[in-house]
């Protein structure tokens, strides 16, 4: 239903006198929350495919599900559909491209030879739309990663190729990072790992460092325009036993070679929360990359929904004042729904959490923390929950200019109809 001006303004003034009253500037968290950048994953909208050609495909432990008509088949199919997808989407957005998404026309080169020029496309439209680039060296999905291993494998051609790869990316990023104002975050996420128990353990984890050692020491690149993330992993489907790149090796990596540790929400054991890890992780690192993704009892890769993890990554960012110290990606791919619809409900979700942050009392609970009254601090986070969160979310997509409530379903309907249930 889409709600008119008038009820939305109505709703608006009760709700804000609301916050008010609990000493909330309602004006100032929606202004605050316009600036919060979520980027967003261009993998969302072709199942991990991306546009070398020759097949493609999730792979080294990530699996897309479903089979929802309409997947995006090229660079053009899903630029148009990331741009359906934004119109529906407030606040500030980053677009995410992983290497896989190179566009050779026709050109034979492998990703050891990858430049800049392979993603003019992305460049371009990221300029027109002004979108900043993140990027993703894509060390899965390849020849040279079918038995399971990249920086850490055995074999010299294998891992020279990736180690090749990833200075490549770095020198894209820059070029990214040159054309923005915000710098290009990479996130190195390696899927090396056995599925049953290893007799050596330790060679690969070395392998591994001296193999991002190798990418990092090749060029010095100022980090005004490239960050560098190196991503954690629990494990992957086949690969269940032993992951390299587990928490304490890149943890550790990180924290000794200066590099952000990127958490993904679906890396850790199902009861332990990235929400906690992130007070604990910035100890020890300036800044850090956080993969938002639902795990739905094992790293699933679900869309990204308002519940209280997700809340809870957002406050404690916001609630902490740790905007700049913390990048925010999401990351997740349902092939199950319509894909279009999948990048808003998991994107808009993101931003209410980041809108609910902003209106949270964190001020006056921290001061009831601080005077030992952990009743009322309870009291009020629990009285918080039912604060009329509603209508502060419908008047800042309305002054954002994108759908209030349900309405952007009907446009992604018409989408479906018009655009992607022709791409057969
Ligand atoms: C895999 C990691 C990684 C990927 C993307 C496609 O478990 O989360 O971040 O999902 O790079
Ligand atoms: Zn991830």
Known sequence: MALNEKLIMSGYEYAKEVYQAKGIDVDKAMENTAKFTISMHCWQGDDVVGCEGEGGGASGGIQTTGNYPGRARNGDELRQDFLKAISMIPGKKKLNLHASYAELHGKKIDRDQYTAEEFADWIQFAKENKLGLDFNPTYFSHPYAADGFTLSSTVKKHRDFW?????????????????????????????????????????????????????????????????????????????????????????????????????????????????????????FMPKMLLHISRPVRWDSDHVVILDSETTRIFNEIIGNGLEDRVFCALDYFDASINRVAAWVIGVRNAQKAVLQAYLCPNKELQKLEADYDYTARLALQEEAKSMPFGPIWDMYCLKQGVPVGDAWLDAVRAYEKDVLSKRV
């Open 163 to 283: 180690i090749e790869h990833g200075k490549r990316v770095r020198e894209i990023a820059e070029v990214f990072g040159k054309n923005q104002d915000a710098p290009c975050v990479i996130n190195h996420w390696m899927p090396d790992g056995y599925k049953d128990t290893p007799a050596d353990t330790v060679g690969p984890r070395a392998r591994m460092v001296e193999a991002l050692d190798e990418i990092f020491a090749a060029k010095d690149i100022s980090e005004e325009h490239v960050l560098d993330a190196v991503e954690s992993k629990l494990f992957g489907i086949g690969v269940e036993s032993y992951t390299v790149g587990s928490n304490e090796l890149m943890m550790g990596y990180a924290v000794s070679r200066k590099k952000l540790l990127t958490l993904d929400t679906g890396h850790f054991h199902p009861t332990e929360v990235v929400s906690d890890k992130i007070s604990a992780v910035l100890q």
